[in-house]
């Protein structure tokens, strides 16, 4: 029976260890994280996939929708991730973040080019946001640190996904709105308005870009929210 137990024991070294693994979701949002030719792509979603790899956690890349995403971390079902989330206290309040892994640009204020002027006269976004031109926003996203300061709009429409909203500016059913400047050519693109006369405009108190992090539901366990963020200082690339 001994001799047993010390071969049962050999083998159990041998054997390599089975590699802890995640479900990765991400949203469809170029150039961060997108699906290209079936793949997923993008470059925060290939710093991430460096990032899991450092860790040695063995991944598979899921799309869903951003509100199935949160859904199913409030729900807490399995340990999963998720890519470049702004870090808020009600998600926080389901969901563990990692050391951030990027700093988004400034937001910047995109309206029609007729409409340029008449928005260039106020002072900053605040005042704007008073104005009678109508904003458009985006359902279910964060804003960060502009979400106060946007709740106090005086006229605003919640709209669909962002080439939706675009697709309203250009038709003129809002004045303007807010995007990600990097994000912008593929909206465009996408919502067939590359050649749409449209202005970009910046406002003195847009504050900086927001930070992203990987988010996890709280069923992924500490030692591996320990080992992304140890992956995240080794890489060097907290912003």
Known sequence: ???????WSTLALALPAAADSLTVYYIEKPPYYHTERNEPTGFLLERSR????KAGIDVHFEP???????????LGRDPACSIGWFKTAQR???AWFSLPIHRDTPMIVLTRSTLA???????????????????????????GEL????AQATHSSITAPPT???????????DYTLVDERELPYILAEADLRDARLARLSMPDIPPGQLRYLMCSKEVNQRLQERLDQAIRALGIAP
């Open 164 to 174: 939706q909203n675009v697709r309203m500016l250009a038709a003129e059913r809002i």
């Open 92 to 94: 926080s309040s389901y």
């Open 50 to 53: 460096a990032i899991f790899s």
């Open 64 to 74: 869903r929708p951003a509100k199935r995403i949160q859904m199913e971390f409030e």
């Open 1 to 7: 029976m001994r001799n047993l137990t010390l071969l």
């Open 117 to 143: 002027e008449q928005i260039k006269a106020y002072p900053n976004l605040a005042a704007l946001l008073k104005s009678p031109l109508r904003l458009g926003l985006i359902d279910g996203f964060s804003y």
């Open 147 to 150: 979400d106060a300061l946007l």
